[in-house]
């Protein structure tokens, strides 16, 4: 294992010769230094004259162009730029300082023994004992049983509050599972525009069109943020020959009506919302991550970090024309969670 | 000649030969260079002009007949408003073949050509007509307008518009800077990625709206510094 060549122990090298910096030795670049740490003060004064200054003479509603950053507000730009010249040069100006002309020479100062001497300890100890006998501690057992379950159970509040917080795991779970898509009476829930909330006929739709689609029962919701959240939808139009052929495209057609085909808007991966709809590609992309799903083969991930397709939505027309879903979503949208099956 | 001569070892010779050569390859091209046909526009059978503009100019990428190509889409069916669109914010003619045409400020052909292409086009088949001047500069309602955009044309064109990436090199184009018609064309015609927005989805009043919106974003003055290119939390969050 030892190389012979190498000697049994390392000398200490010590640290090595000092050596003297251009200011240390030439006065002429001593006062050199000193000009320049002048200099940086020099600036500095003259930038905070500037900021007040301007502060008083420029009108705070006056534009400007400024190279780079285009027509902006001319105040806030020389407030802003005066302000850092300001500091800057305070900043610069002090470190040139410690670095040309402050003494650089290594000092070591020792640091001295961390545990006290005998006598001390002795009188500490005494001082502690001193103070237990004079508040009777030791003599009065109530006091200190009494005194230690107060302040023992005084953390329990914040331990209650934190677990209350947490909420009942089974209905938290059964929210994760639920949309206000999900139909309760045996009705089919319609489709409505997002904005607008007005319902779908299918004929509107046209070939390439996208609608921002919500459920009908969104205004009966007492928590419209909430249900939104989950619920969002993106309805869109392909000509029926643009699936694809295979079980994936065909499942999708099946589930749609006509080539409309409906999809939840929320990401597989973290749950923002997949919006970039390219109608000639036909994918969709979620601005987040970039995960892209092909629409033509049921909304298969086909680039990103995200895991599963967009969740369908399975949709009809009902008696007079308007789209409708009659069911909820097949299985949870949105991001993965453990309890989740796959 | 003799002057000449003499100067011909002169340190400027050798720049003013290489001018004139120039000069020369330069004037022969321009005599010879093939020039794009243009077909008269001075009669009044505007689908006739139109045909003739679109077969010197079109057919290569679109087909004879406009049924398309492998180099460009078929143009039946897709209105008159598609080519005021494409043509008139510069997209068409393609400059140079890539993922996406993009917006040229210096348009290839006058109103009344473009007019005439879309004549042709859409005698093709119907498809969405030039929208009026009065429909498409109507008084509409900014924040109506702006809650529409943020839930139909924000994921890609950006809350304040100011455009974003889409997938493989195709980009939201900024909207600042575009004519009211031309937004309005591109929502109900649905150029290239984006998805069509026709008047069964978003009516005439909020896309007048949606358009009113945009305006106010563009003209509204900048109180803060450095807007970062409105990108919003993101890019201003790097910066702080």
Known sequence: ?342 | MNALAARRRHPAAIALLLFLGLALVGATYSLFAPKPAQAAVATADKVADGKALFQANCATCHGISAEGTKSGPTLIGVGAAAVDFQVGTGRMPLSAPNVQAPRIEQVKYSQEQIEAMGAFVASLAPGPAVPDKATVEAEGDVALGGELFRVNCSMCHNFAGSGGALTRGKYAPALYGVEAKHIYEAMITGPQSMPVFDDKNIDAKGKASIISYLKTVETQPNVGGMNLGNMGPVSEGMFI
């Open chain 1, 1 to 342: 294992m030892s190389d012979p060549r190498l000697p049994a122990t390392f000398e200490n090298p010590g640290l090595p010769p000092h050596v003297h910096r251009a200011a240390d030795t030439d006065p002429r670049a001593a006062k050199r230094a000193e000009r320049q740490v002048a200099g940086l003060f020099t600036l500095s004064i003259l930038s905070t004259i500037g900021f007040i200054v301007s502060y008083f003479a420029v009108k705070n509603d006056t534009e400007a162009f400024i190279p780079f950053i285009g027509t902006t507000n001319l105040l806030n730009v020389l407030l802003g730029v005066f302000l850092a010249l300001a500091l800057l040069g305070i900043g610069f100006g002090a470190v040139h300082w410690a670095k040309t002309l402050m003494p650089d020479e290594e000092v070591v100062e020792e640091r001295h023994p961390i545990r006290s001497d005998d006598e001390s300890r002795a009188k500490a100890v005494g001082l502690l004992e001193a103070g237990a006998e004079s508040a009777q501690l030791n003599r009065r057992p109530l006091l200190k049983a009494t005194a230690g379950t107060a302040l023992g159970l005084f953390a329990l509040p914040l331990g209650v509050q934190l677990a209350g917080s947490l909420g009942n795991p089974t209905k938290a779970l059964d929210e994760l599972k639920s949309t206000i898509w999900d139909v309760k009476d045996g009705k089919p829930i319609r489709l409505v525009r997002d904005v607008e909330r007005t319902p779908i006929k299918a004929a509107d739709v046209s070939i390439g069109a996208v609608f921002h689609v919500l459920p009908e029962t969104i205004k009966e919701s007492h928590h419209v943020l909430e249900d939104k959240a989950k619920a969002a939808v993106l309805l869109m139009r392909l000509h029926p020959n643009d699936f694809a052929a295979d079980d994936l495209g065909k499942k999708a057609k099946s589930w749609g009506y006509e080539g409309i085909v409906a999809y939840s808007k929320i990401c597989t991966h973290v749950g923002c919302p997949v919006g970039l709809y390219e109608q000639q590609t036909h994918h969709l992309l979620c601005p987040c991550h970039q995960s892209t799903f092909d629409v033509t083969r049921d909304c298969e991930v086909i680039f990103g970090p995200a895991k599963r397709p967009l969740p369908q939505l399975k949709i009809t027309v009902d008696a007079e024309g308007y789209l409708v879903a009659p069911q909820g979503f097949a299985e949870p949208v949105g991001p993965s969670y453990w309890e989740r099956k796959k």
